[in-house]
C-alpha cells in the first residue's frame, strides 16, 4: 500500500463518465420491468371501462334518444320549423326525430319505442307571428335515462330562448308604437324575429368568433391532447423512474459526494436518461396524434422542439424524487403530481377555485407545459415560452440538487 | 506501507459539533500511528456517527483541527477521498447493477479478476451477481471493497459487522487485520466484542465526550449501557 501525495480531488472525467454510464444503464434496466407493468395496468384499465361499459348501458351514452314529433297535416310552416329544428347539431347529439301522428306517437311512447313525443299544434308558427301563447305539449317518462334528462334540458333551454326571444320582439312592437315609427310594425318583428332566429341558431358562431384563450388558437380536443399525454408522463413514468431515487442508496450519494461526484453532476446523471427516454415517448405520442389525426401536424421543427419540455419534465420528476428521498415517496409524487394536474386547471377552470387559490394554475409546471407545447405545435414558436419552459426545468433541476446535496449529510 | 513523514499518522484535536442548541461532540481529542486501530464505542445516538462524518469530510464541525501526516484536512476537503476510505453506516451500493458494475464505480477500469481486494473479501465469485440479490454480509464486504478503492492508508468503518453472522464477521475482521498490519490506520465504530479486541485505542463516547478505555473497561460499559 502506498501513500497518495496530497493532491486537491475532483471527480477525473473518466469517474463521472462510468457515474453517469451507471444511473443510464441502472434507468435502463429498469424500463422493461416498468413497461411490462403498465401493459398490464392498460390491459386491465381498458378491461374494466369496457366491463362498466356494457354494464351501465352503452345506450345511455353512445347513442340519441328518438323523440317523437306531431305535427298537424297541411301545417307547412310548422313543419319547415320542426326540419330545421331537427338540422341543428345539439339537437342532433341528443335526439332523432320521428314524424308522427298523434295517435303513433302515444302508442310508441306507451310500448318505449321512442322515449318522448313533441306535439306541436296547427298554425303554431302563425301564433308565434302574433303573439298567441298556444301551448306545446312534450311528454317525457319519469324515469328517465341519462338521454333523456339531457333532452328535458335541452327542452328547458329551448323554451328559455323562445321566451327572451318574444320578450325582444315585443317590446321592439311596443317601442314602434310609441315612436309612432313609420315602417309597418308587422315588418319590424318578422325581420327582428329572423335575425333572432339566425344568431340564437347559430350560437356556437358567436362563440368561435370570440375565442380568448391563454393558450391561443387551441382547440379543447388539442388541449385535452396535451393535457392527457403530459398526465400520462409525468405519472406514469414519473413512478417509473423511482427507481432511481432509492432512500437505500442514501449512503452513497454521502460516498460520491467524497468522491467528488457532487449533487450537480448527480443531478445531470438522473436528468439525461430521464430526459432521453421522455423526449422519445412525447415525440412517439404526438406523431401517432398527426398520423391519426389533423389535429396535430408534423413541422420540420416539432420534434427538436419537444426537447425543452422533455427536459423540463424530467425536472419535475427530478425535484419531487429528490426531496422525498429519504422516505422513497412514490405515494407522495403521485399525490403532488394529480393535484398540480387538478389545481391547474386542467380539469376544470381556474374561476371554479377558491379566491385565493385562483393564481396558483399560472405558476404551476404543468401551465408551462401546456403553454409551450400548445406554442410549439399550434401557435408557432415563441422564446418566451421556450425560456418559461426551460427557466422553470433549471430551477426544478435546482430544488432537486439541493435537496440531493441536503441528503448528503444525513443517513 | 510506506510512509512520507514522522509526524502521527491521525491528529484529531478539540473537534467540536451541534445541532441547534444541543452540543453533540464536545472537545474530542485523540491521534493514531501507522498501523494502529481506534475503536469509537458508546450506546446508539451518542454521536459516533456524527464524529466518523466529521473525520471522513462528510461534514464540517463547528470547531476544532484535524490533520493527517500533518495536513490540515478542513482546509482541504477535496483531499478526504485520497486519504480516507468511509464506509458509512447504510451500503453504499447501487443495488440494480452487479458487483462487476459497482466496483468499476470506485476502481474505473481496474477491476479485474487479479485485484487483491476481491480475494481478501471473497468477492470473486460475486462479480456478475446483481447486488440485490446479495445477503447482509456480502453487501458489507462489497462495501468495503469499494470504500478502499483509491488504497487509502486511512480507513473508517461505521459500524461494519453489525447484524452480521460469525462467518461474515471474520472476514471483515481478517480484512481489518491485514490493513493494520500493512500500516494502514483504522478508525471504527462498533459495538462487537471481537472488533473492540482488534482495537489498539479505545475511546468510550458519553454525552458528547470522549473517555479513554481499555478493551475490557469498553465492553463493561457497554454491557451497563444495555442494562
Redo the contacts between chains.
Keep these: 500500500m502506498k501513500l497518495h501525495p496530497i493532491q486537491p480531488l475532483s471527480a477525473d472525467r473518466k469517474s463521472r463518465q462510468i457515474y453517469f454510464e451507471l444511473i443510464l444503464k441502472k434507468g435502463l434496466l429498469s424500463l422493461p420491468r416498468f413497461l411490462l407493468a403498465l401493459a398490464v395496468t392498460g390491459v386491465i384499465l381498458l378491461v374494466s371501462a369496457l366491463a362498466m361499459f356494457a354494464m351501465t348501458g352503452r345506450d345511455q351514452l353512445s347513442t340519441t334518444i328518438p323523440v317523437g314529433i306531431v305535427i298537424p297535416e297541411g301545417d307547412m310552416l310548422t313543419s319547415m320549423g320542426a326540419g330545421m329544428l331537427a338540422e341543428m347539431e345539439s339537437v342532433k347529439s341528443i335526439c332523432s326525430f320521428q314524424y308522427l301522428s298523434e295517435e303513433q306517437a302515444d302508442a310508441a311512447l306507451s310500448d318505449g319505442t321512442i322515449q318522448a313525443a313533441i306535439y306541436l299544434t296547427r298554425d303554431l308558427y302563425q301564433d308565434i307571428n302574433s303573439g298567441v301563447n298556444t301551448p306545446i305539449r312534450i311528454l317525457i317518462p319519469r324515469d328517465s335515462t341519462l338521454g333523456v334528462s339531457l333532452f328535458r334540458d335541452l327542452v328547458t333551454v329551448g323554451v328559455s330562448m323562445l321566451q327572451v326571444g318574444e320578450a325582444a320582439v315585443y317590446s321592439l312592437e311596443e317601442t314602434a308604437d310609441m315612436y309612432e315609427v313609420v315602417t309597418p310594425v308587422q315588418t319590424l318583428m318578422d325581420d327582428m324575429a329572423m335575425e333572432f332566429v339566425s344568431l340564437a341558431m347559430s350560437r356556437n358562431a358567436a362563440w368561435d368568433s370570440t375565442l380568448l384563450s391563454e393558450y391561443g388558437s387551441i382547440t379543447m380536443t388539442g388541449f385535452y391532447l396535451i393535457t392527457a399525454i403530459l398526465a400520462f408522463l409525468s405519472v406514469f413514468f414519473g413512478i417509473g423512474f423511482s427507481g432511481l431515487y432509492e432512500a437505500r442508496e442514501l449512503a452513497l450519494e454521502k460516498c460520491l459526494s467524497r468522491k467528488g461526484i457532487g449533487a450537480v453532476s448527480r443531478s445531470l446523471a438522473r436528468l439525461f436518461p430521464m430526459t432521453a427516454v421522455l423526449f422519445v415517448l412525447l415525440s412517439a405520442a404526438l406523431s401517432v396524434a398527426a398520423a391519426v389525426s389533423d389535429l396535430v401536424t408534423m413541422r420540420w421543427y416539432l420534434l427538436p422542439a419537444l426537447l425543452p419540455a422533455a427536459f423540463c419534465l424530467a425536472c419535475f420528476i427530478h425535484m419531487i424524487h429528490s426531496l422525498t428521498l429519504r422516505t422513497s415517496g412514490c405515494l407522495f409524487y403521485l399525490l403532488v403530481t394529480v393535484l398540480m394536474f387538478i389545481m391547474g386547471s386542467s380539469l376544470f377552470p381556474a374561476s371554479s377555485l377558491p379566491r385565493i387559490l385562483r393564481p396558483l394554475p399560472s405558476v404551476l409546471p404543468v401551465h408551462v407545459w401546456q403553454k409551450y407545447l400548445s406554442d410549439v405545435l399550434w401557435n408557432g414558436f415563441s422564446l418566451r415560452s421556450f425560456l418559461s419552459c426551460l427557466l422553470t426545468g433549471l430551477v426544478m433541476a435546482g430544488i432537486g440538487a439541493l435537496a440531493l446535496k441536503s441528503h448528503e449529510y444525513r443517513q | 506501507?510506506?510512509?512520507?513523514t514522522t509526524v502521527p499518522g491521525i491528529e484529531v484535536d478539540k473537534i467540536t459539533q451541534t445541532y441547534g442548541k444541543k452540543q453533540i461532540l464536545k472537545d474530542i481529542s485523540f491521534s493514531a500511528q501507522k498501523g494502529s486501530c481506534v475503536g469509537i464505542v458508546g450506546i446508539n445516538g451518542g454521536g459516533k456517527?456524527t464524529l466518523l462524518?466529521i473525520l471522513?469530510?462528510?461534514?464540517r464541525p463547528r470547531s476544532g483541527s484535524y490533520r493527517i501526516?500533518g495536513?490540515n484536512m478542513f482546509e482541504?476537503r477535496?483531499?478526504?477521498?485520497?486519504?480516507i476510505g468511509?464506509l458509512?453506516?447504510?451500503?453504499?451500493?447501487?443495488?440494480?447493477?452487479s458487483v462487476y458494475?459497482n466496483l468499476?464505480?470506485?476502481y474505473?477500469?481496474k477491476v479485474t479478476p487479479e485485484l487483491p481486494v476481491l480475494e481478501k473479501l471473497q468477492l470473486l465469485e460475486l462479480l456478475p451477481l446483481k447486488v440485490r440479490e446479495l445477503s447482509g454480509g456480502m453487501k458489507r464486504r462489497l462495501s468495503i471493497a469499494?470504500?478502499v478503492a483509491?488504497?487509502?492508508?486511512v480507513l473508517i468503518l461505521d459500524e461494519p459487522s453489525s447484524s452480521l453472522d460469525l462467518h461474515q464477521k471474520k472476514i471483515i475482521r481478517d480484512f481489518i487485520s491485514d490493513y493494520i498490519g500493512?500500516?494502514?490506520i483504522v478508525l471504527l465504530s462498533t459495538h462487537d466484542m471481537q472488533e473492540i479486541r482488534l482495537c489498539t485505542d479505545l475511546y468510550y463516547l458519553e454525552n458528547g465526550s470522549t473517555v479513554r478505555l481499555t478493551a475490557d473497561e469498553a465492553l463493561l460499559r457497554l454491557q451497563e449501557g444495555v442494562q
Excluded at chain 2, 477535496?78 to 486519504?83: L, V
Aim: glycine share 14%.
Design positions: 506501507m510506506q510512509s512520507t456517527s462524518d471522513a469530510g462528510i461534514r501526516f495536513q482541504n477535496s483531499s478526504f477521498g485520497k486519504w468511509y458509512p453506516q447504510g451500503n453504499p451500493l447501487l443495488e440494480d447493477l458494475d468499476r464505480l470506485w474505473g477500469h469499494c470504500a483509491e488504497n487509502q492508508p500493512e500500516g494502514g
